[in-house]
């Protein structure tokens, strides 16, 4: 079975500061990976996605995860944040020519202080 | 181009009492899934449909649940009776292709509270 491990469930952190979420995944196969966000009273929406390629992965509004296989990880990096990226990230993963079912990390609340 | 829509945004009930909860998804994805997310912990899979048929239901926690897509458009999801333990947020989403790798766009959620 899938699963995702996501760290550091809440996140503080001043305006300009890095972001960094960790994320790794168990799963006994190839896999395609997600970062999900939700902002406050929003739908959750995709950041980016991972299934082939440049392991390094760049996003929307300037986020990006690299995929390190030999690690099970796709962190998801921010190098200066905003007060609107205030919100719950969540890191997912399917299984490569399975299912299309998703497996979700626990997530993490980020707040960026103005 | 409008998004998923669920509805209600909100549903309180009693335990023992029946909620159908219901997911319009994009236009002409075929693809349909339900998620749960139960306070605290991680958004769990329910099924998936793929028009009206069932294509996985490994997710669903049991005979309680009840989903349906009649016609392949709009999916409703069925908890009869509701136990407390079914409380939480019961997010929709679809995507268009067969591809595993294809976006899933989610609508807003329906957060029920069973009482």
């Not at chain 1, 980016?48 to 990096?77: C, Q, T």
């Not at chain 2, 002409?28 to 329910?46: A, C, P, Q, S, T």
């Not at chain 2, 649940?65 to 458009?73: I, K, N, V």
Request: include cysteine; charged fraction near 20%.
């Amino acid at each position: 079975a899938q699963s995702v491990s996501q760290h550091n469930h809440h996140v503080i952190l001043s305006e300009a500061a890095s972001l960094e979420l960790g994320c790794n995944y168990s799963y006994g196969g190839t896999v395609n990976l997600f970062w999900y966000v939700q902002y406050p009273g929003q739908h959750l929406q995709l950041l980016l996605k991972y299934f082939s390629g440049d392991p390094l992965v760049k996003g929307i509004k300037g986020f990006e995860a690299e995929f390190i296989k030999s690690k099970f990880s796709f962190n998801l990096r921010k190098p200066s944040v905003q007060w609107s990226d205030t919100a719950e990230y969540f890191c997912a993963v399917n299984g490569k020519g399975g299912n299309n079912r998703l497996a979700f990390g626990k997530g993490n609340q980020v707040v960026v202080i103005p | 181009e409008a998004g998923v829509t669920q509805f209600p945004s909100h549903s309180v009930i009693e335990k023992g009492q029946t909620v159908t909860l219901r997911c319009d998804p994009i236009s002409g994805h075929d693809n349909l899934y339900w998620y749960r997310r139960v306070m605290g912990k991680e958004i769990k899979f329910l099924l998936h449909f793929v028009k009206e048929s069932k294509q996985d239901e490994s997710g669903m926690p049991n005979n309680r649940f009840l989903a349906e897509r009649t016609g392949g458009t709009y999916s409703t999801l069925k908890v009869q009776p509701a136990e407390l333990e079914d409380s939480g947020v019961y997010f929709c989403a679809s995507s268009q292709g067969q591809g595993n790798t294809d976006t899933q766009y989610f609508g807003p959620g329906t957060r029920l509270t069973v009482l």
